[in-house]
């Protein structure tokens, strides 16, 4: 749930973007693919980063 929200900015850029005709072949899939490798560090680290947190608290 935490990345959910993270991937509307770059399919929205990539749309109006390749719509305007301002992005080269292959800049939208590149924005796309950030966004999701992004969105799979954020899911991989969040269980450890959540334990952290919560193991300071106590």
């Known amino acids: 749930m935490s ?28 924005m796309l693919l950030g966004a999701l490798i992004t969105i799979a560090a954020v899911a991989a680290f969040s269980n450890r980063l959540i334990r952290l947190v919560t193991a300071d608290a106590v």
């Open 3 to 30: 990345t959910a929200a993270q991937l509307g900015v770059p399919v929205g850029a990539a749309a109006l973007g390749k719509t305007m005709g301002v992005l080269e072949s292959g800049e939208p899939t590149a």
